[in-house]
T-cell receptor, first 113, second 113 residues
Framework: EADIYQTPRYLVIGTGKKITLECSQT?????MYWYQQDPGMELHLIHY???????EKGDLSSESTVSRIRTEHFPLTLESARPSHTSQYLC????????????FGEGSRLTVL | QQQVKQSPQSLIVQKGGIPIINCAYE??????FPWYQQFPGKGPALLIA?????SEKKEGRFTISFNKSAKQFSLHIMDSQPGDSATYFC????????????FGTGTLLAVQP
């Protein structure tokens, strides 16, 4: 079992609210990622980090921001949520040199009304 | 730009059948090709992976076939079971310290009893 945890699992909020999705891993992995998963299944990389104080935007443009102050923690923040942000957000991690084996959390399903 | 094309989008087979999911890639620099399995309400999990120096890899009932010249790879599930019903993603990466996985669009598999 992978030790990567996401909270909350489900969140329903109103438009304009600020939200933070938490992601923590206990495996000591350097690399962490945020994916957005559409209802139609496709996974889109929105943010990634190769280590502390390193963050990059992914292939899909997102209004969210991330931070990486500690190795184990990679939170995602939306300053002002909109209905278009409704989606499933998946956090993942991998160790340097793993060739691409990602360990995923169970996801945070966000609904913005 | 979709660099990994996956088909079919959905697939229904009877128990004991052999579902086949296909993926094609464009970037010849890719050197790692994993398949991920995702059950409802869970994050994707690594199922099996292959490198381009071999043409086939088997792990239990799951087999990857790889055709480097055609830039295609496929997942075969032998003696499929209802418990195999899930979404399957192929992926590819270039390796190296900054490797990122590029995911296919996913295939929803239903194995009927």
């Amino acid at each position: 079992e992978a030790d990567i945890y996401q909270t909350p699992r489900y969140l329903v909020i109103g438009t304009g609210k600020k939200i933070t999705l938490e992601c923590s891993q206990t495996m000591g992995h350097d690399k962490m990622y945020w994916y957005q998963q559409d209802p139609g299944m496709e996974l889109h990389l929105i943010h990634y980090s190769y280590g502390v104080n390193s963050t990059e935007k992914g292939d899909l443009s997102s209004e969210s921001t991330v931070s990486r102050i500690r190795t184990e923690h990679f939170p995602l923040t939306l300053e002002s949520a909109r209905p278009s942000h409704t989606s499933q957000y998946l956090c993942a991690s991998s160790r340097t040199g793993s060739a691409g084996e990602l360990f995923f959390g169970e996801g945070s399903r966000l609904t913005v009304l | 730009q979709q660099q990994v094309k996956q088909s079919p989008q959905s697939l229904i087979v009877q128990k004991g059948g052999i579902p086949i999911i296909n993926c094609a890639y464009e970037n010849t620099a890719f050197d790692y090709f994993p398949w991920y399995q995702q059950f409802p309400g869970k994050g994707p999990a690594l199922l099996i992976a292959i490198r381009p120096d071999v043409s086939e890899k088997k792990e239990g009932r799951f087999t990857i076939s790889f055709n480097k010249s055609a830039k295609q790879f496929s997942l075969h599930i032998m003696d499929s079971q209802p418990g195999d019903s899930a979404t399957y993603f192929c992926a590819a990466s270039k390796g190296g310290a900054t490797n990122k996985l590029i995911f296919g669009t996913g295939t929803l598999l239903a194995v009927q009893p």
